[in-house]
Each structure stands twice: as C-alpha cells, then as structure tokens.
C-alpha cells in the first residue's frame, strides 16, 4: 500500500523508462543464429478479434512441433505476433516493424483485403514475402495496373470465384431468378462477391430485385429486409465478412417471417455462427475453401478445442496453411540455395507445385500468386451443421 | 446580550481562491438568540465568508467551531449539524414547483410528520407561498422567490441561519417584508441568525451585533447602532459624506 | 402501409432500446455537464455478465439479470470514483472527464475482449418468436423488451419525481451548489446517478444482447443513443426519449423508403439539421448566459 | 425633467437615443417603455435599485439581447438587427458588471484584443509576418501600453488577468474597453466593490478619460459619491422595476420623494440614500 | 530503421493533424470529433490530384487541405451562425465527418468506395515528414500568436466578452476552422502517400478522438504540448506492444491515470515562445513577482 502512494512524478518516469527498457529490448534483439522468424499479423483486439484469437496457438503449436523435431534444415521457427487492432494502419506499421526490427523471413496474414493492399507494397519494398490467408480481393496480389505484387502470396481463393460460384449454382442448380442483395458497403470483400454475383447471375439470365446495403458494425437490418421481403426476390445474398452480420441477418429474417433462401460466402464459415442462428439460418447455402466439417480435421479440431479452449476456425486453417507454405518454401530455399533467404523463399513460393498444405494441396500460379484451381466447396447449413453439398472446380 | 459559550465561532480564518486570498485573518462569533450582519462592499469577501461556513469552500487556515465542535468538512453534514445558508440571488430551483423547493429543505430530515408540520409554519410565516404551493418556482416574483429561499431554508429547522444578501433585487417594501419576518424569527423562535448585506444601514439597524468586512479583513465590529452612527461606515457604506 | 407499419414497428423496438442509453447519458449529462463515453463499455459488461451467469453458472434469465444489473452498478460506481471522482472534486472542465472516460471504455472494452474473448455470442434465452397483426410480424421479444425497457424508465420517472432521493438529484441537476446546501450529499447522488446509469446499460445490454449479439465491441451502437440525447436536448430526460423514438423511426423509415446505404447519411444530416434550426436540441434548454 | 439640461443641445447631433425600448422575459418586463438620449460628451449615470433593468438596458444597447419593441439609434443609424460585435465596431464598448476578462490571458494580451478585433493584417501575411505585419503588430503594441500606461496598469502588463487584483481587474477592463476606440463608453458598476480611496481614484480617472479622450458615457453605479461625483454637471436617470423613474441633476434626484420612496429608502430618510444592495 | 521510420512518420502525421485540432479546440475552445473527416478529404484530394492530374507532391498536398478547408465550412458556417457549442458543436462534426467517409465508401467512380483508392506510390518519406512538421509547427505557432490567433483565444476564454468587444465570431471561427480542417487535409494527403492507398476505413471516428485526446493531453492553448502527445500517442502503444493482449488496457488506463494526476495536460497553456520559462525565471528571482496565481485547468 505504501509502495502505491509514491508521488505519481516518480512513478511516470520510472514507467516511462521501464517501457523504454523493455521496448528497446525488444528492438535491438537482434537476430541469432539458426533461428528463423516468422511474423503473424493478428486480429487479437477490436471488432474481429475472433480471428486472432482462434490462429494464434495454432499457429504456435505448430511451430512448437517443427522446432521439437528439429526445426528446418537445422533452422528453429520463432513466430512473431503482432496485434493489429483490426485497423489498416496498425497492420502496416506493425508489418515493417516485423521486416525491418524483427527481420523475419515471412510474414502470415493479413486477414483482410484493406490491410493486404497497402501491405503489398511493403513486402515489394522489402523484399520479404507475405502469404495472406484470408485477403481475397484480387488486387491484393497483383495492382490494379495489372502488375504483380512479387512478394505476395495468398493462400485462399479470389472473390471473382465465389461470386460466379455462388451465381452459378443458385441459377442452374437451385433454380433461382430473382436476386436481392443485403452488402456491407464498407467491406470490400461483400462488395465483391456482390458484384461478381451480380455480373454472372444476369449474364445467366437472372434479374436483380432489390440491393440493399449497410455498413460494418451495423445490427439492425429487418429495414432492409422488410424491403426485400416486399421485392419478391426468391434468393438472398448476403456475404458478410463478420459472421455476426449473417447471424443477425438470419435472426431478423426469421422475426419479419421473410423464408427465402440466403447465400453468403466464406467469411460465414465460423462454427460460432451455427451457435448464433443455426435454426434460423437452415438451408442457406455459402461457398468456403475448405470446411471444417470434413472429417479429416476431425481430430485436429477436437484435440485444439480441448487444448485451447477455442474452437479452431476456418481462419485457423488459412492461418495453418500459410505457415505450412512458409515451411515449405524455406525449407526448399536452405535445399536449393543453402540460406533462408527472404528471396530464395519467395522464389520457392512462387514455384510451389502440389505441394500438400494443412487443408489440401496446392500450386501457386506463378503469375497471380494465387493457388492454382483451389477447389471451392459449396455447404449447406442442415440441422445446424454445415453439410458439404458439392465442390466447384473452377476452369 | 450576555452569552456562556458562542453558537459558532470563527477564528483566524484564511480564505484563497487560487494564488488569491479572499479571507484574511477573520475573527467572529455569533451568541445564541443573535442577529449578526456583516456589512461590506462587493467582492469584500462576505459572500467567501458564508460559503465556508458553510462547508461549500475549503479554508486554507484558521477555525470554526460549531456548538463548540469543530466544523464539518461537507456541506450536507454542515446541515444536518444545524447551519442553513439562503444563498446570494435565491437560487431557488426554478423548474421545481414551491412544495417540492420547500421539501428539499428539509432533506436531512426524515420524520414524514413533523415535515409536515414544519412546512406548515413555514406557510404559515409566507402566506403568498401557501398560494403558489404547486406552482413553478421560477415563476414566482422576486420577492416570492427570497421568501421560498427563506422557506427553504427554516424547512430545515436549523439553529444558525445564514442569510446572504437577502435584499437582493427587491423592492423596498419587499425587503421591508422580508426584514420583518427576519426579526419575527428572531424574536418569536429564538432562531439565531447570522446576515450579510451591503445594504449596511438597513442591516445595521436590525441587527444586535454587526461586523465591517473590507478586502478580506474584518476591520470593524460592534454594535449595530454604534456603527450606523460611527462615521468612517456612513461615509463608506452609508454613502453619507460631510457634504 | 403495411411496409410502412412494418418499418415503425422496427423503428420503435430500436428506439426503446436507444432510449434506455440515451436516459443514462442525460442523467449524468443533466448533473455533471459531461457526456459519459464509457458508457458503452457498462453495456456491453452488463451483457456479458447476464450472458455468462446464464451460460456457465444456468441460472435462470431473471436471476442473471438481477446479476448483470447488480454487477454494472458495482462498475459503474467503480469507475466513477476512480475515473471522475477526483475530477469532479476538482471543479475540471468536462472534457477532462470526457477523455478519462474514454481511457476507462478502451481499457474496460479490452478487458472484456480478453477474457471473454472477441466471438460473436448468441444470448442463451430461448426465441419466443413472433406474432402478426395483419401483415406486419412483431418479435414476441421486441415487444417483451419494449415493455420492460419503458417499465424500467418508468421506475426511473416515479424514482425520480416520487420519491425524496429522486427529488434531490433533480435538484443536483438543477444547481448543484444550492443542492448541497440543502443537505443533499453529493457523493452519494454521484453514487445514485452512476447506479441508475448501470441499470439502465445493463438492461438495455441484456436486450441488445437478446434481440442481436454478445461481443466486446458491441457498444459502437450507443454512439446512436449520444445522438438520439442530443438531438432531443442535452440532459433533459424526457427530451433523450424523444429523441431516440424519433431516431429509432426515422432510420428504419430513411432505410425502408429512402436508401439503406445513405440511411446514417440521412440520420447524420437529420441530426445536422436540427441541430441548426435548435442548437440546443428539441427540448435542451437554452444556455444564455447572464452578463 | 430638467429641460434646461435638454434645451442647450441641438437635437439632430445626438449620439445616442433609446427609443420607447421594452423587453419582456418570460411574462416580466425587464424593461418598459424606456427611452434616454444622449449628446456627445456627456457622462450620465443610471441608477436604480437591483433588478431594476439597468444591466439589461446595456444588454439591449448592444444588442446581446433582442428588444421586444422600440428602436435604438446611434449616431443616427438603427442598431436594431445589428450583432453586437458589429455594435462594438460602430463605436460602442462597454464594461461589465461581473467582470469578464479573458482570464488566462496578460494583462496586456486584454488590452490588445480590444485593438485588433479586426487584425490588422491579412492572415496570409499573418503566417509570415511580412514587414507590414510587423509595423501594424508593433503600432498595437504601443497603443496598447499608451492605454495600460493611462490607467495605471503598466506594471503589470504581463500579468495573467486572473491573477490581478479586483480593483486593478476592474481598471484593466476600463482600458479594454477604451482599447475598442469607442465614441460612446458604457460602463456597469465600474467601483463595485471598490474603497473609499479606490473609489476616489476612479473618479478621477474616469473624469480623465472623459475629459482626454471626449467619450459619450453612461455609467451604472450604485456608489452614490461616485454617481453624485461624476455626473454632477450632467443628469442621472432612475430606473425601477423596468421603467423610468425620474431623471434629473444629481441635486433633483437625492430630493425626487418618488426616488427615495422606491430606492434610497423610505423609512429612516437620509439614512437610506446609499448603495440599497448591488449586484 | 525502416520500423522506427514508420513511427517517426505516423507520429508526424498524427503531429500535423493534432495541431489542426489544437488550433480549433485547445485556441479557440471549439471540441471536435470529426477531423478524420477533413483528413480523408485531404487525403483523397491529394492522392487524386498525383495520380491523375500528375500534380507536384507539396503542391497536391496544399490543394488538398485547402480543399479541407473550403468543406470545413460546409458545417462551420451553418454551425457557426446557429450557435453551436460544446458537444453540440462536437457531434456536428462527428456527423460531418461520418457522412464523408460513407460517401467514399458508396462512390466507386474516381476514389474506389470501400476497395479504396489505389496506384499510388510511397512519397511519404521521413524527410518529407519532419519538414512538413516543422512548417507545420511554425506556420502554427506563427498564426496563434498573431492577432487572429489572439482573437481566438479571446473566443476560447470568454465568448461572450469578445463578441462586446467587436470580435467578428462567425470569421473568426470560420478562419480557425479553416486552417485546422487545412491541417487535417495534409495529414490525409501525408497519410494516403506513406500508405500508398488510402480506405475510407482509415478515418474513423478513433482517430477523431485520438487527435482529440492527443489535444486535451498536451494541454489547451499550447502547441508543443500536442505536438509531444501526438507523437507519444502513436508510439506509447507501439511500446506497450510489450503488455501484448494487455496493451490497450494499459493504453486505456494510462488515459485515465493522466488525467487524474496531469488534469491540465501536459504543458496547458504553456505556449511555445518559452514564455513560462522566463515567468518561472521572474517568479523565483524576482521576489514581488512571485505572488503568481496557480494555473487553473479550468476556464
């Protein structure tokens, strides 16, 4: 108690110097030999914290597992982890601290397009590569003048995929012809599948009835879907990058009795949204890279649940299958040139072919820095589960 | 007025407002059963008297004694003790109807009854407020408003009151009013009451004792019809000069 | 018509909900001339603790949210006597509060976000479902918290204006300084006000939490109800219900006939509007000052 | 009335008229049916008791509140409609009763704003003080020490005005006031709470800034000697309850029965013909 | 260094935007929380004018605040002449500064709506930065010690007062509107060529507050003040990096911690020509002097 009456001018400096201490520490700690760093850019606070939070100890136990078998080539891993507040400047500033302090070799992430973009540019400028596991934007990996982005690399597929994916199977499969759209216009990525949708849908024939739009954070939507209950659109798409915006949206339709059929994509895909509005949300269909459903995970999913207390996600998988590509691409970078260089990795990246990742195997296309043909599965959501209803192999 | 023990004693009292000393070295006490005035110009200091008597303002040095105990440091404590200030312009809460400004006054106390009674003297003192019980205090007229503060004030059935600057803003023949049912209260209950004024002649005449507030000091006190006819305060106060 | 029924029927259920925050930011408006931003973080704490007594403790609902209420009050006063008291005291200019208040709903947002972690959480009661009146669908639940909103503002109302501690906070927000000289103990109406603000963040959590989510973050939603207190005038109780009706109604009505995409465009520029033609909101009373 | 006084000015010279002014808040009227002209020159006082309408007949003048009827003009020109930044441009400045310094500001600081309400220079020139900006700013500068230097204030021109003393606070606000080149001075109880001698000193400066710089002033004082004093060769005007009551020499009015029934006090005569409570 | 660059640079970026609210909120006592709003028209203002009219970097970003600028009367003069104050005048801006960054959001032509606007290069660099802020900081401290700047003190200390005394409010609030908004605009402009994109995201009402904070921390009426929180702002949580999932808790409470013990800010109303300095000289070695009053937070 007494310790705690210190006059507060003796304390800040003393704090103020502590952090300095500890954070210079951190600075200089310069990199020792035979370990590799690898950075993870987190979502661990703000609105999609739930990302972070699900991939952090994946990704650790993972590397705990490489390392415990002796590292690569001689090499032990280190993940870096940084907090990104799930803003784009936090994610930029904390990408070149992991560069430039931390001098990783790759960097895992980011998760969204807005963050991927400027982080782009940063790899190039560096030289280290980055594999995004969620940032399906297409212009993450190659700019908008149609150039590639050398240093990055995703692992997921695109949102022209899901858009036309989604489209195709809701016209010749499920036999619908009259759209609405329920988009958060400030997400890029249900912008995306918006436009995608929309594009292939009336190239097909189909009509759009009603295009509705709210923004991120929003939770109120029965205005929108009244409206959309009055259009007489027989199918609703809805691809919210939070699941909470489909959960809710499955919630408020079910108060304004609105039963269409609702389509999302794969930022649904979160086991926490069958908990959310499971009932509410049955028969809706939405497109992911991979489920977590397939038994082959299984396993994985019980053993990380019981370990960590958190449900694995399909983040965590994205997250899972960057950081295998990492280990990959170095350990064939220390085969071919002798050194886990940054380059001799992107290099290896970019050459990947076949290559089995957590969830499946995978070739990179050289050209776009896309997973080459990555089957795209559509699910079903029955008696609150996701059921796999077919896979989508683009052409 | 012969007196055992003062109701309140003030001695050595330093008042500041920032790096500003409001009160320097003030001395007073007030007897049971006594008017007291203190007179003095604006910006003086008696309205930084009052308040730090009434626990409102903290005092840099110095001593009050209550009952011969020491001052209270929160103004609700003050009140209970047996110290009401009628605060300088009133400040009735004018969007509160009369009752409910009369019942605030008696806040401290708890017995629904004699609540009950109280206000009933005290409507019984200011008739006009019996008329206006469920209207709006600040509709009432300005003289209506110093008698609701008034009101408010013996609502809670103190031992000392405070008074500040009760003639503020009133017509001559309300202050007339206000001053007589000062002395009634005096006089028929004993109430003792301590009173600050600029209108020094007016104060000086009704008081027993009065005391001389200049920048901060007390530099007079005595008598009150001692001091109406001392003639440093009929020129200075009174505005009274030879000429 | 019935669109139209439909859209005022949402309008109300969200304006109840507004109106339960925007009472607390008035009352402490009302009293200490600051606008309390940590009350977002009270509501989404109150949702939490409703939410994990009734999932990790299976306490019935009812019992949770006496609970969640208890629990909010605990840190609403807390955080009024560590973040505002001295403050207070001190006489500081209400922006100084408004910063610390801010520092106070960072730091208790990521509080919740570390140990309860960020997921989305559906509120564990069950769905009671809906009922319609011709063509308009009505959730049972909508109407349940509508009722119990406007039933805990009510206890608020006859708290306030029935009852003697009522009667002094009225008085505190009236003139704080003549308040006190009528006996009326300030820490404890700070106690009372910081108290019923809990209650009402608290209720107005478990509901939001109901009729939407649990999650860390799902405060952002009061910054509405600051609005819905502006509009209908700073520190006016009755005005803060106007308000937040009219905002409930208006962005439901601007999103259903207008454009759901410009709805807060229109809500902003509504709120711009007033504010011009009544610069202190729709009932605020003026603050001219005296030379 | 004391024609007299009226009869020796030429009436289209006026400098200001308040014309039948009234105003009601909520119900009561502040002001009724008021009316008072002014010739260049002249020092009046207007007295009354407290809640009389003096303040709120400045209020009007500067038009910081509307008038519910009647008309203002100064120097021949309607004020109504004007803002009062506008009002002080035209020539009018005042003082208040409670004083309003700008606290965390010198004293000089206060002096200087009343000097460059309008700057002097244009603001691109103020982001590079070009040499102009210079001049004018060091031009103000010597005005604004002339006019501390005038009222004694020299000493403490680097003050913060909240940490002046209240008499020196009040004398800094006079030269605030003067800083605005007014032709026409309205000051509100410019001794309140001033002694005897602080009194007699401001007395004698407010008679040499009167004399010195020929303002028109109407002063609102409850210190009798001080009214009594200054606007001995002029007239002081009587307000109560809102409406005139008597205006007259100083002489008239100490002896006006209505003036003393209603303000200096009824009672006991002479012993009420003070300062019947301020503020 | 390029991690430490990154810092320097959005401190210095945060410095120029703080100033900007300084000059609105701590000289003339107008609260703002809806500068990000100003900052995203600088930015997009800038970042149009490089890519697609090839514009000179310093002269796109001038244009960019003064386009800030000129929006900034969109709300000033309406607000101005109705009377706003306080938290009215506050959410107004809030409103502002909401519905710029949905428009950018919903207009795909020209600034790419919620993908952002992209093609553009990293011009940002530290010197760019540091001398940008340091004409920022003297072009600031030349306009508050002028006589405009005075006249906004005036303003900020009693409104009232300086109205009698024939200050134009409504111009004078308009020019410090308009340079803070002018401010705001090159920190867009600075922001969206260090990031080389630019996201309606990036304005939000948290770094609105952010700069507010930064404001209120450094202390009213004081340029260095801000100009250090500002900085610290950006790197306190980039130390605190340590605490990791504790970081904004600590950040939070390190807010409420200053304003407990520093309620006036960190340097209120000390202003940069070092004139405490030679007061608190006065004070100690010039004995009647030293009667000075305490400084007040409070006005």
């Known amino acids: 108690m007494r310790r705690y009456r210190m006059s507060f001018y003796i304390k800040l400096p003393g704090l103020v110097l502590a952090l300095i201490l500890l954070a210079s520490s951190l600075l200089t700690g310069c990199q020792q030999e035979k370990v590799l760093k690898i950075g993870y850019l987190a979502e661990q606070t703000g609105v999609e914290a739930y990302i972070g939070q699900a991939t952090i100890p994946a990704l650790e136990d993972r590397i705990a597992e490489v390392n415990s078998k002796g590292g690569i080539g001689g090499y032990q891993l280190k993940l870096i982890v940084y907090d990104t507040r799930s803003e784009v400047t936090d994610a930029v500033t904390v990408t070149k601290r992991m560069m430039e302090q931390d001098k990783v070799v790759a960097v895992i992430g980011p998760s969204w397009s807005a963050a991927g973009i400027p982080i782009a540019e940063i790899a190039n400028t560096n030289k280290i590569p980055v594999v995004a596991t969620t940032a399906s934007n297409v212009n993450v990996t190659v700019n908008e003048a149609g150039q590639l982005n050398p240093y990055m690399f995703r692992v997921c597929f695109i949102d022209p995929y899901q858009g036309y994916a989604l489209a195709d199977f809701a016209y010749n499969k499920l036999g619908k012809r009259k759209v609405a759209f329920l988009t958060d216009i400030a997400s890029p990525y249900t912008v995306g599948v918006h436009k995608f949708f929309k594009d292939h849908f009336v190239e097909l024939g189909g009509e759009v009835v009603a295009e509705e739009g709210y923004q991120t954070g929003d939770t109120e939507f029965r205005a929108q879907l009244a409206k959309i209950k009055d259009s007489g659109a027989d199918l609703l798409v809805a691809a919210a990058y939070t699941y909470k915006d489909a959960g809710l949206i499955g919630q408020q339709m079910e108060a304004l009795g609105l039963k269409i059929t609702v389509m999302g994509a794969d930022g649904w895909f979160v086991d926490d949204l069958l908990a959310m509005a499971g009932p509410q949300l049955e028969g809706a269909y939405l497109t992911t890279g991979v489920s977590t459903e397939s038994p082959e995970f299984a396993d994985f999913n019980a053993a990380f649940e019981k370990k960590h207390g958190v449900k694995a996600n399909i983040y965590t998988y994205y997250g899972l299958d960057a950081l295998y590509a990492i280990e990959y691409a170095i350990d064939k970078a220390i085969k071919d040139t002798g050194s886990p260089d940054p380059t001799a990795i992107k290099n290896a990246l970019e050459n990947m072919k076949d290559v089995q990742l957590f969830t499946s195997k995978v070739t990179m296309e050289p050209d776009t820095h896309n997973p080459h043909n990555k089957p795209l599965l559509i699910v079903k959501i029955t008696n609150s589960k996701w059921e796999i209803q077919e896979t989508f192999q683009p052409q | 007025m012969p007196a055992t023990t003062p109701m309140l004693e003030v001695n050595n009292l330093y008042v500041h407002y920032g790096g500003i000393c409001a009160l320097h070295q003030v001395s007073l006490h007030v007897d049971p059963s006594e008017i007291i005035a203190v007179i003095g110009a604006n910006g003086a200091g008696k309205s930084t008297l009052m308040k730090t008597i009434a626990a409102v303002k903290d005092f840099t040095s110095g001593s009050i004694q209550f009952m011969g105990m020491p001052l209270k440091k929160d103004p609700y404590k003050v009140v209970m003790d047996g110290i009401t200030l009628v605060p300088e312009g009133r400040r009735i809460f004018a969007p509160l109807s009369v009752r409910e400004n009369l019942l605030l006054g008696a806040y401290t106390r708890s017995d629904r009854q004699e609540v009950a009674q109280t206000m009933e003297e005290v409507l019984e003192l200011f008739p006009r407020l019996r008329e206006r019980l469920h209207q709006r205090g600040g509709t009432l007229s300005g003289g209506e408003q110093q008698m609701l503060a008034v009101g408010r004030a013996l609502m809670s059935r103190p031992k000392l009151l405070m008074l500040d600057e009760p003639s503020l803003g009133l017509a001559p023949i309300i202050i007339d009013t206000m001053f007589e049912a000062i002395t009634r209260l005096n006089q028929q209950m004993g109430l003792t009451i301590l009173l600050v004024e600029q209108n020094a002649s007016l104060a000086l005449e009704l008081c027993h004792r009065a005391y001389v507030l200049k920048t901060g000091h007390i530099t007079m006190e005595g008598n009150g019809r001692e001091l109406l006819e001392d003639e440093r305060v009929r020129s200075s106060y009174l505005g009274i000069t030879g000429g | ?291 | 009335m004391s024609d007299s006084i009226f009869a020796m000015k030429n009436v289209s010279s006026e400098e200001i008229s308040l014309k039948n002014l009234s105003v009601q808040f909520g119900g009561v009227r502040a002001v009724d049916n008021f009316s008072m002209t002014l010739y260049p020159g002249e020092l009046v006082g207007l007295i009354g008791p407290n809640g009389a309408g003096k303040t709120t007949v400045f209020n009007l003048i500067t038009n910081y509140i509307k008038p519910t009827s009647g008309e203002i003009f100064f120097m021949g020109k309607s004020l109504l409609g004007k803002s009062p930044d506008e009002i002080c441009r035209m020539g009018i400045s005042r003082t208040f009763q409670n004083i309003r310094l700008f606290p965390q500001m010198t004293a000089y600081e206060n002096v200087e704003l009343g000097l460059h309400n309008v700057p002097h220079y244009s603001l691109l020139e103020a982001f590079v003080r070009t040499p102009r900006a210079r001049r004018a700013e060091a031009e103000t500068r010597k005005r604004a020490l002339e006019l501390l230097e005038m009222v004694n204030l020299k000493d403490f021109a680097g003050e913060r005005a909240s940490s002046l003393p209240y008499g020196l606070q009040r004398r800094l606000e006079l030269a605030r006031a003067m800083a605005t080149s007014p032709t026409l001075l309205l000051l509100d109880e410019p001794a309140a709470g001033m002694n005897e001698d602080e009194c007699n000193e401001l007395v004698k400066l407010i008679r040499q800034i009167h004399e010195h710089m020929k303002y028109t002033i109407i002063m609102i004082e409850h210190h009798m000697n001080v009214v009594m004093e200054l606007c001995k060769n002029s007239r002081i005007y009587v307000l109560n309850l809102g409406s005139l009551l008597a205006v007259g020499s100083p002489k008239e009015i100490q002896t006006n029965p209505q003036v003393i029934k209603a303000y200096l006090g009824e009672r006991k005569h002479a012993r009420y013909n003070s300062n019947a409570g301020s503020q | 260094m390029g991690y430490l660059n990154a810092i320097i640079i959005l401190g210095g970026i945060n410095i120029i935007a703080a100033l900007g609210v300084a000059i609105i909120t701590g000289y003339t006592g107008l609260f703002t929380i809806g500068h990000a709003g100003f900052m995203a028209l600088g930015g997009y203002a800038c970042a149009i004018l490089v890519t697609t009219f090839h514009v000179p970097f310093a002269i796109a970003l001038i244009i960019g605040g003064l386009f800030a600028g000129l929006c900034s009367f969109i709300i000033g003069v309406p607000a101005f002449r109705s009377q706003l104050r306080g938290d009215y005048f506050a959410i107004a801006t809030l409103g502002l500064s909401e519905a710029i960054r949905l428009i950018l959001n919903t207009t795909y032509k020209v600034v790419g709506g919620a993908f952002g606007f992209m093609g553009m290069s990293n011009l940002t660099t530290v010197p760019v930065v540091v001398i940008a802020v340091i004409l920022a900081l003297f072009f600031a401290h030349m306009f508050v010690t002028s006589q405009y700047g005075k006249n906004c003190i005036a303003i900020s200390q009693d409104e009232v007062a300086a109205q009698m005394m024939g200050v134009n409010l409504l111009r004078t609030k308009l020019i410090a509107l308009f340079i803070s908004a002018f401010y705001a605009g090159v920190a867009g402009g600075l922001m969206g060529f260090y990031m080389a994109y630019l996201s309606p995201s990036f304005f939000t009402i948290t770094r609105s507050s952010d700069l507010l904070a930064a404001v209120v921390f450094g202390g009213i009426q004081s340029l260095i003040g801000p100009t250090i929180t500002a900085f610290v702002l950006v790197a306190v949580p980039e130390l605190l990096r340590v605490f990791s999932e504790w970081r904004l808790i600590v950040y939070g409470l390190l807010f409420v911690i200053i304003m407990l013990f520093r309620p006036q800010g960190l340097l209120g109303y000390v202003e940069m020509n070092f004139a405490f300095a030679r007061r608190w000289w006065n004070a100690v070695f010039t004995p009647h002097q030293a009667k000075q009053g305490t400084i007040k937070g409070d006005q």
């Open chain 3, 1 to 291: 018509m019935d669109l139209f029924l439909q859209q005022v029927v949402s309008g109300i259920s969200i304006g109840a909900i507004y109106s339960l925050l925007a009472v607390g930011y008035a009352l402490v408006y009302s009293v200490y001339n600051f606008t309390n931003w940590a009350f977002d973080a009270f509501m989404a704490f109150g949702a939490f603790m409703a939410f994990y007594a009734i999932s990790s403790f299976f306490l019935p609902f009812w019992v949770a949210a006496i609970i969640s209420i208890l629990l909010a009050i605990g840190m609403a006063v807390s955080t009024e006597k560590l973040a505002y008291r001295s403050l207070r005291l001190r006489k500081a200019p209400r922006l100084f509060m408004m910063i610390s208040a801010m520092g106070a709903n960072l730091a208790i947002v990521n509080l919740l976000n570390l140990f309860f972690g960020g997921q989305f959480r559906r509120f564990p009661v069950e769905n009671i479902g809906t009922f319609s009146m011709g063509q308009v669908s009505v959730g049972r639940m909508d109407v349940l918290a509508g009722i119990i909103s406007f039933g805990v503002l009510g206890l608020l109302w006859v708290f306030l204006y029935r009852t003697k501690p009522g009667l002094g906070i009225r008085a505190s927000s009236i003139d704080i300084l003549t308040a006190s000289l009528m006996g009326i103990n300030n820490d404890a109406v700070a106690f009372i006000i910081f108290a019923v603000t809990g209650v009402l963040s608290s209720v107005a959590g478990i509901f939001y939490g109901i009729k939407y989510a649990v999650y860390p973050t799902m405060g952002i939603v009061t910054i509405k109800a600051m609005i819905a207190s502006i509009v209908g005038g700073l520190g006016s109780l009755p005005a803060a219900v106007v308000g937040s009706m009219l905002l409930g109604i208006l962005e439901t009505l601007v999103a259903g006939y207008i454009s759901s995409t410009y709805r807060d465009l229109f809500s902003f520029l509504f709120l711009v509007i007033i504010l011009l033609f009544f610069p202190n909101g729709l009932m605020g009373k003026s603050s001219d000052e005296k030379l």
